[in-house]
């Protein structure tokens, strides 16, 4: 079995120390051997804020940590980094690679970039990212659950948020789905939920992990994914919201993924 930790859109800079603590302590006390990062890691992309971030991350002690940035990982008014080197600041802390892979006996997990230097919050998946994903979940073995981790969400539970859908979300259930996608995880838009894909596959969203920047109605919370080639179930996922009065990440909904 493999435990992942989604982390999402922690946004360092405007993070909460007390909430950054207690998930440190989730974290050692679970003991996950991937975390998930799934993007805005930082607020404004400043070298300070990814030391603190990479900092945060080493404090987890998780083994595999696979990150994606987010449209806040972009310099936003260093106009001519972001024109020339938008991911430079990214890479120091957390890797050139953008779209990293991992494989174990249970999973095949992969990364892939939506962030776009010339979109300013908007995300993207481009024909050949699509088909390329699709050809890697085709290859996965038999025991293997394929999980497609990407900043910005493919499908959204409220109207508002259906501008923050990837350009491109359509073809990419379809086509995912047809190879077998067994979860999507995201973040982006700081909402928290499961939904089953009428495509195929699960849609995993993520809230701010550890940000001032809380959405009405949603607090800071993480995604603990349970996956086992052995079991019937694809996944079964947990989200743990921070409980201001207990000072701690506690559990608040289960689902499983069939």
């Known amino acids: 079995m493999t435990l992942l930790l989604q982390v999402s859109d922690p946004h360092f800079g405007t993070e909460r120390p007390d909430v950054v603590d207690a998930l440190v302590r989730l974290a050692r006390a679970i003991e996950p051997q991937v975390l998930l990062l799934s993007g805005d890691i930082t607020q404004r992309a400043t070298r300070a804020q990814f030391a603190a971030a990479r900092a945060f991350v080493q404090r987890l002690r998780v083994p595999h940590c696979l990150a994606v940035p987010g449209n806040h990982d972009i310099p936003l008014l260093n106009l001519p980094l972001r024109l020339l080197q938008p991911y430079a600041r990214y890479g120091k802390a957390f890797g050139v690679d953008l779209e990293p892979s991992l494989q174990t006996d249970d999973l095949l997990l992969l990364a892939v970039n939506t962030t776009r230097w010339w979109r300013h919050a908007d995300g993207q998946l481009s024909a050949s990212q699509i088909q390329q994903v699709a050809q890697r979940l085709r290859l996965a073995k038999p025991p293997q ?23 491109g979300h359509a073809a990419a259930l379809r086509v995912w789905g047809a190879a077998g996608v067994d979860l ?35 607090g800071n919370s993480v995604n603990v994914i349970h996956i086992d080639a052995a079991a019937t179930e694809r996944a079964v996922i947990e989200r743990w919201d921070h409980d201001p009065a207990q000072g701690d990440f506690v559990p608040r909904e289960r689902y499983v993924a069939t």
């Open 145 to 167: 659950r394929r999980v497609v981790m990407v900043h910005q969400p493919l499908v959204v539970t409220r109207p508002e948020d259906d501008g923050n859908r990837l350009h």
């Open 184 to 218: 999507i995880v995201g973040g982006h838009i700081h909402l928290p939920f499961v939904l089953p894909l009428a495509s195929g596959g699960w849609a995993v969203q993520a809230g701010t992990a550890v940000s001032k920047r809380v959405r009405a109605g949603a």
